[in-house]
C-alpha cells in the first residue's frame, strides 16, 4: 500500500521555522520525485517545492530564499525547511509523488495534508 504521511505541522509566529517531513512507503522511493504543495479554502492548490529523483530542487517564487528541500533516501523522507515564515504561508501542505523523478505534473501518490499556521 502506498502511503504518504505528512508530519511537522502546527503553529507558528511570524518569522519564525517549522520543518515539514514526508514520509513515503509502498513504492521505490529513490525514483520518484517529491514535491510539496499548499492550498488555501477557496483557492487553488499550489507548488511549493519539488526535488526530483537526481536531487535537484526546485523552489517557487513566493517561497525562494526562505524554503529549502531535501531528501533523505535512506529513511524515505522529504524534508521543507520553512524559515522567516510570513502570515500568508499558512495553508495545508502536501507532499506528493511524481514516478517519472523530474517534478512533472500529474503528481501519482498524496499525502492526507499537514496545517501551518502563521499568525502575528
Known amino acids: 500500500e502506498v502511503q504518504l504521511v505528512e508530519s511537522g505541522g502546527g503553529s507558528v509566529q511570524t518569522g519564525g521555522s517549522l520543518r515539514l517531513s514526508c514520509e513515503a512507503s509502498?513504492?521505490?522511493?529513490?525514483?520518484?520525485?517529491i514535491g510539496w504543495f499548499r492550498q488555501v479554502p477557496g483557492k487553488e492548490r499550489e507548488g511549493v517545492a519539488c526535488i526530483s529523483s537526481d536531487e535537484r530542487t526546485y523552489i517557487a517564487d513566493p517561497v525562494q530564499n526562505r524554503f529549502t528541500i531535501a531528501r533523505e533516501n535512506a529513511k524515505n523522507t522529504v524534508h521543507l525547511q520553512m524559515n522567516r515564515l510570513k502570515a500568508k504561508d499558512t495553508a495545508v501542505y502536501y507532499c506528493a509523488a511524481d514516478a517519472t523523478g523530474r517534478c512533472n505534473w500529474p503528481y501519482d501518490y498524496w499525502g492526507q495534508g499537514a496545517q501551518v499556521t502563521v499568525s502575528s
Open positions: 509502498g513504492f521505490t522511493f529513490e525514483d520518484f520525485a
